[in-house]
């Protein structure tokens, strides 16, 4: 695409950006996310459920039934997209109609429509709604619950789907803007310090921030090489995973923590396990890619890497640089649930979402084009995430319903410790968003009134606090689901011609390196 095409691409994103901000100052003109903002601190949070009770009340119902839990087999939708991630890429019939996002779309969607169908028909408990407030939203005589697809929508879209994806376009395409420009020798020390340099970067912009700024130069390091998918599997153990844990903003769920009152530096604490297991990752490639990988390179190939170097120069960051100092900050400060610090004034919800799609704008605005361009920047990485997301958040909803209901009985019946909470939250952070896994087990194993929990840990014990984010983080590696910038970085080496594993590939991966390390993570300080 030529400069000329850039600039045009980027100016229809940013007028759609402003057609966005725009729509927005109507409604806060009209005092609507202020209102959600008020139900968010509790203020109002009866309001969500007042259309259910108000209706049961008319036609006789109980208005305050307990809260059940949907039904085991209601989890099948969400199993079935897995499924579809996992097996259509490698069937001869669909490996090229499930490349093309529509139809990831329409997979993703149709199991959600499914999901909600259920709500719709067939539960008659009441649920949680958590957006904008918490709430219990009861069940109506009507045919239809349309009160429990509104929370469900709520919870998935609005709650949750709307600021993790947000998130993850900000940092995508401000990021893009950041080109690494360069060709280095691509052997196992070089690479090896890409990843390092990563898994430090990850913990303070992000582990998006961190992946997409350091993905592309590592990609063009190791052009030359015909064995490099190993090398970007574990640029996505620590870069888009492990390497995240020092800081909530490192990762959404332990930025989760935040929100619920783990205080900012508390994770900093974390630094012994995060240092552990990320040398313990780059040892194992550096070995894995000087002993195997490496040798397997033709000569041709080698002298050809060695006699293309080029020294590294950055583009762009000066205008981005600050820009994703911008969106960390606007998540760190405009929670809607919190005070700005040094006033009483909560930001009104979906503020900070504006924040960072008018980063967005700047940048696309005041970046270099030229620099896009050399990236070979587009959209389809995130929106394949986004596509693919909006039917995640909505099937998984059934199984977070479930852990919920059934967590704390699990807790008190088995005596969990810090080392069954990692492998619990870890493992479910394998397959579900490991940010709402965190938020379900840092809930169950709160105890405001236990002796060894604290204010400062959000109420839960340090040490269970510590497996729980671990779980999280480091787990969320296990599969291309577990965390958002797995797939973003699997889709941009894809596109570069890299030939990824698929997704029980990849797990083989991760089973057969990372899963015995963290148990001997475990071993060293958890249990």
Not at 148 to 169: C, D, S, W
Not at 298 to 309: G, P, S, W
Request: include cysteine.
């Amino acid at each position: 695409m030529s400069r000329a095409g850039w600039l045009q691409r980027g100016n229809t994103v940013v007028l759609a950006i402003v057609a966005i901000a725009l729509a927005y100052g109507a409604i806060l003109f009209y005092g609507l996310p202020q209102g959600w903002t008020e139900a968010a601190l509790g203020h109002a949070a009866h309001a969500v459920a007042e259309t259910g009770e108000a209706a049961a009340e008319a036609h006789g119902a109980e208005p305050h039934a307990a809260i059940a839990p949907p039904a085991y087999w209601t989890v099948i939708p969400f199993v079935v997209l897995l499924g579809c991630i996992a097996v259509l890429p490698l069937m001869h019939a669909t490996e090229h109609w499930w490349e093309e996002n529509i139809n990831r779309f329409k997979v993703a969607a149709g199991l959600g429509v499914a999901t909600l169908a259920y709500y719709a028909f067939f539960h008659h408990a009441p649920i949680e709604a958590h957006w904008p407030g918490h709430a219990v939203v009861q069940a109506t005589d009507g045919a239809v619950q349309w009160d429990f697809v509104k929370a469900i929508l709520g919870n998935a879209i609005l709650h949750e789907y709307i600021p993790f994806i947000v998130l993850l376009f900000s940092l995508y395409v401000i990021a893009g803007g950041v080109r690494i420009q360069g060709d280095l020798v691509a052997d196992p020390l070089t690479n090896g310090i890409f990843m390092a340099v990563g898994g430090a970067l990850a913990s303070f912009i992000g582990t998006t921030g961190a992946a997409m700024v350091l993905i592309r130069p590592l990609l063009e390091t190791n052009r030359e090489r015909k064995h490099v998918s190993h090398t970007v599997i574990f640029f996505i153990f620590i870069v888009c995973n492990c390497g995240g844990c020092l800081l909530p903003i490192g990762d959404p769920p332990l930025f989760l923590g935040y929100l619920n009152g783990v205080d900012f530096t508390w994770t900093l604490g974390l630094w012994k396990e995060w240092l552990f297991v990320n040398g313990l990752i780059l040892a194992a490639y550096v070995l894995l890619d000087h002993f195997w990988f490496h040798p397997k390179e033709t000569i041709a190939d080698v002298e050809r890497d060695i006699e293309q170097t080029r020294k590294l120069q950055i583009s762009g960051l000066a205008v981005n640089g600050p820009l994703l100092l911008g969106v960390v900050l606007a998540v760190a400060l405009l929670d809607p649930s919190k005070e700005f610090p040094g006033t009483h004034w909560n930001p009104p919800m979906y503020l900070r979402e504006m924040v960072q799609i008018g980063l967005v704008a700047a940048s696309l605005q005041f970046g270099s084009a030229q620099v896009r361009k050399d990236n070979n920047f587009n959209y389809a990485a995130i929106i394949e995430v986004a596509a693919l997301f909006v039917g995640i958040f909505i099937c998984m909803q059934p199984a977070l319903q479930i852990l919920n209901a059934n967590g704390a009985t699990i807790v008190e019946k088995f005596q969990l410790g810090p080392a069954q909470f990692f492998w619990a939250t870890g493992a479910l952070s394998s397959f579900l968003d490991n940010a709402p896994t965190y938020l379900v087990f840092f809930q169950t194993a709160q105890d405001p009134g236990a002796a060894s929990a604290a204010a400062h840990t959000g109420h839960v014990p340090a040490a269970i606090l510590s497996g729980i984010s671990l779980g999280a983080v480091f787990m969320g590696a296990m599969t291309y689901i577990g965390n958002g910038p797995n797939f973003m970085v699997k889709a941009i080496a894809e596109k570069s011609g890299v030939k990824m594993p698929s997704f029980f590939g990849y797990m083989a991966w991760s089973c057969a390196i990372l899963l015995p390390i963290l148990a001997v993570m475990n071993w060293v300080f958890l249990v």
